[in-house]
């Protein structure tokens, strides 16, 4: 079966503002370079929301469509949207999804899995996907001994991960919210 991946995303919250940044690469199974221009971050809920996605491509739309339909249903409130997601799962009302994000509205951040997981990262920042581990040492280097701004830590982040992790590409798209 051809698997189609989609790969880093970043998350930064500093100063009242939260920035959310994805690589633009899917790959193809292990080694194939399918799109190097995607975009896995984008703005929902009239834009008061904003998520970036990483996994399998087809599941992380899954995952993204379901929250929406929470977030709409809730009214907009994140942490009651992502909790009655995960509910979903509890219950065995939903299929496992090979799939996680990161949301974020002018007050929280989130990581949400495709199996009913929701974490609220520790020092507001968080990175999920197979240069995640790359961005989030990155991220909380930046976050700490420097004065950039949240959508300057996740860019940087990015970069630096596209330059270690072949999975990874410097295709950067960020949206940042609140402030």
């Known amino acids: 079966m051809i698997e189609f991946r989609g790969t880093t995303i970043c998350a930064v919250k500093k100063d009242g503002k939260t920035a959310i940044a994805g690589d633009g690469q899917v790959t193809m199974s292990e080694s194939v370079v399918f799109k190097s221009n995607a975009v896995k971050v984008r703005r929902i809920y009239n834009g008061q929301v904003i998520l970036g996605f990483a996994g399998s491509v087809s599941d992380a739309f ?8 929470m977030l709409n249903k ?12 995960a509910e979903l ?11 996680m994000m990161i949301t974020a509205d002018k007050d929280c951040l989130l990581v949400i899995s495709g199996t009913g997981e929701v974490i609220e990262p520790d ?25 950039y701004s949240a959508e300057e830590i996740v860019k940087k982040s990015l970069k630096i991960a596209s330059e270690i992790c072949v999975f990874t ?11």
């Open 62 to 69: 899954s995952l993204s469509e379901r929250f929406e339909e």
């Open 169 to 179: 590409n410097d295709h950067i798209t960020c949206e940042v919210i609140g402030g």
């Open 89 to 99: 799962w509890r219950s065995d009302k939903a299929r496992k999804l090979e799939a």
């Open 123 to 147: 020092g507001g920042v968080c990175a999920i996907g197979s240069g995640g581990n790359y961005a989030l040492a990155a991220a909380r280097a930046l976050r700490q001994e420097t004065d």
């Open 74 to 85: 809730y009214s907009g409130n994140l942490m009651r949207s992502a909790v009655e997601l």
